[in-house]
């Protein structure tokens, strides 16, 4: 009698739990298609002929499937001159600052020299005006020096910030001394113990801040759209909007177009996926 | 001795060199247009002209600028899908912290929107929105007679941002979310559960006072984030209909490189940031106590 009702009760739990499983399964598969929704009718326009978008009830599979849109759009503007525009101006940005952060985090959280806690403090306080308010300013310095519409406007600026040193200063602060003045001992000069000694250590961090740099400068849209003219000039984000200025309600291409900006960056994500997401939460919180 | 004030002498030349590149950086493109911002908002210039000074003229004007009170109400008000993304995402998160096969799937395709570029993201929904073909509007076409006209409408197209703003960013707080739930130590429930806590009173007692910290984070981000909108009003609507999507940043985008009114742009830039940093205040008196809890 008592094994039945154990045997009973087991049985109950372990359905109650297949339900609330199903019950889960559902809700998230119901979330995850809203959630894909957009990108799937992206995709669906910009396999389209132009006439089919104005069909109702509107279709989800393109019949008949055509890839016009693509070949039209990429030769419409300079997607390839965005890309690699894009590629550079994130690639300089995300080196340099990853760099010239670590360097200085490195002189605040270790050296010791005079005014080093004011400077730090001048630091933390311009971390809290936001970029609109420097902007300006710096608009019209690069206007000055005639730097519009060039790489340097679009990479300069962008070289140097004081978030990058605040956020690997504190991590350089959890680094035993003791390893770096093994090193002293050994006579390394101070930029081999920082070269040797504390980057290979700070690695997770600096990698943190460089996919974080990385994502923030290659979907930066206001400034690139200030300080650039020409097409040639132009990144992937302002690129697409200008395409978009272009052909404000040709569907099919504006949606290939954006297939052809989001497609690249999708794929990277899908294989990198705990990376971004470690590193999000990480520069998100501590940050 | 005598080596060790040697060392630091060099300390102090490598710690000044260290600095140097960072350093020079930060004062040509952050200090030093701090300081000419802030002589910017008092001036009238346009870039070409000689500048003038004109005292409190643009803060004047400013504050009797109805159209810059209608651009911060706008800015405001995007801001209402803050709490809605809040708890949207704390649901995700809920949800997506759940033992089940292949849940990492839907944690992907969450935060796909957040690593999405914005600019395609606001062109599909243009398209999404669109009154005549969009898909939202066919959709509602079987239920009503006359649909919004979102985008186009004044009354609709900031809940239409707003609506695809919460799509946009939930995956992003839906992480930070995660982060929290899964630091907290599992013998808090099951001390609960021996005591017969029913699963609404764990969270009222546990889980919820536990995520104050991120709460208060993602608050914090969300307001300061939302005083700087731009880029998605640009590309959607161009800050219309009748400037009803205009944000305050849209506002100083024009006034600096649309009408070159550098002075008048620089106040609201000063004024934005006033506001700003207020929030900033608060994130640091209350956040540190917010921190305790965790």
């Known amino acids: 009698m008592k094994q039945l009702t154990k045997e009973y009760i087991q049985k109950r739990k372990k359905r109650s739990e297949l339900i609330k499983k199903s019950f889960l399964y559902l809700l998230l598969s119901i979330l995850g298609f809203t959630f894909l929704l957009p990108f799937v009718w992206m995709l669906s326009t910009s396999l389209k002929e132009p006439g089919q978008v104005f069909v109702f009830p509107p279709q989800w599979i393109p019949n008949p499937v055509v890839f016009r849109n693509y070949v039209e759009a990429w030769n419409a503007v300079p997607f390839g001159r965005f890309f690699i525009n894009s590629i550079i101006v994130a690639v300089c940005i995300t080196t340099g600052q990853v760099f010239t952060s670590a360097l200085a985090a490195y002189s605040f959280a270790r050296l010791k020299f005079p005014g080093r806690d004011k400077l730090f403090m001048g630091y933390l306080a311009t971390m809290m005006i936001p970029g609109q308010v420097t902007m300006i300013p710096v608009f019209i310095i690069i206007k000055k020096l005639g730097w519009i519409d060039t790489y340097y406007a679009l990479i300069l600026p962008g070289l140097f910030t004081a978030y990058g040193t605040f956020m690997l200063r504190q991590f350089f602060l959890t680094i035993p001394k003791d390893l770096e003045e093994a090193a002293i001992i050994d006579g390394c000069s101070r930029f081999g113990i920082f070269w040797r000694v504390v980057l290979p250590l700070a690695k997770p961090a600096l990698a943190t801040l460089a996919t974080f740099v990385f994502l923030g400068s290659w979907n930066e849209f206001m400034w690139p759209l200030i300080v650039t003219n020409s097409m040639e000039m132009k990144t992937l984000p302002v690129g697409l909007a200008s395409f978009q200025g272009l052909y404000t309600t040709d569907w099919t291409l504006l949606m290939a177009a954006s297939m052809i900006v989001l497609a690249p960056v999708i794929v990277i994500y899908i294989f990198n996926q705990r990376f971004f997401t470690k590193g999000i939460v990480m520069t998100g919180m501590k940050g | ?294």
């Open chain 2, 1 to 294: 001795m005598k080596t060790k004030t040697r060392k630091n002498w060099q300390d102090i030349i490598a710690g000044y060199t260290f600095i140097l590149p960072n350093f020079t950086g930060f004062l040509v493109f952050t200090s030093i247009p701090v300081i000419a911002s802030l002589v910017l908002a008092f001036l009238s210039w346009d870039i070409l002209t000689p500048a003038k000074f004109v005292g409190f003229n643009n803060f004047i004007t400013l504050f009797k600028d109805k159209d810059f009170w209608y651009y911060l109400y706008n800015t405001v008000f995007f801001m209402l899908g803050i709490p809605l993304s809040m708890a949207f995402s704390l649901f995700l998160a809920i949800l997506v912290n759940q033992k089940l096969k292949g849940i990492t799937i839907f944690r992907t395709i969450f935060f796909l929107p957040v690593i999405s570029s914005m600019v395609a993201i606001a062109l599909v929904w243009r398209w999404i929105y669109n009154p005549d073909f969009g898909l939202l509007n066919s959709f509602l076409r079987y239920f009503l007679k006359q649909q919004p006209q979102w985008l186009s409408s004044t009354l609709w197209a900031k809940p239409a941002l707003m609506f695809m703003g919460i799509w946009n960013g939930a995956g992003y707080s839906m992480l930070l979310y995660l982060a929290a739930l899964q630091s907290i130590p599992e013998d808090l429930y099951e001390a609960a559960r021996i005591d017969g806590a029913s699963a609404w009173q764990q969270f009222r007692k546990i889980t919820w006072p536990m995520l104050s910290f991120v709460n208060f984070f993602v608050i914090v981000m969300g307001v300061i984030g939302g005083f700087q909108a731009f880029g998605v009003q640009y590309v959607m609507t161009g800050g219309g209909p009748a400037g009803s999507t205009t944000t305050v940043v849209y506002y100083v985008y024009n006034n600096a490189f649309q009408w070159f009114k550098m002075g008048y742009a620089s106040s609201i830039a000063w004024v934005l940031f006033i506001f700003i940093f207020g929030f900033t205040l608060l994130q640091w008196k209350y956040g540190k106590k917010a921190g305790e809890y965790y």
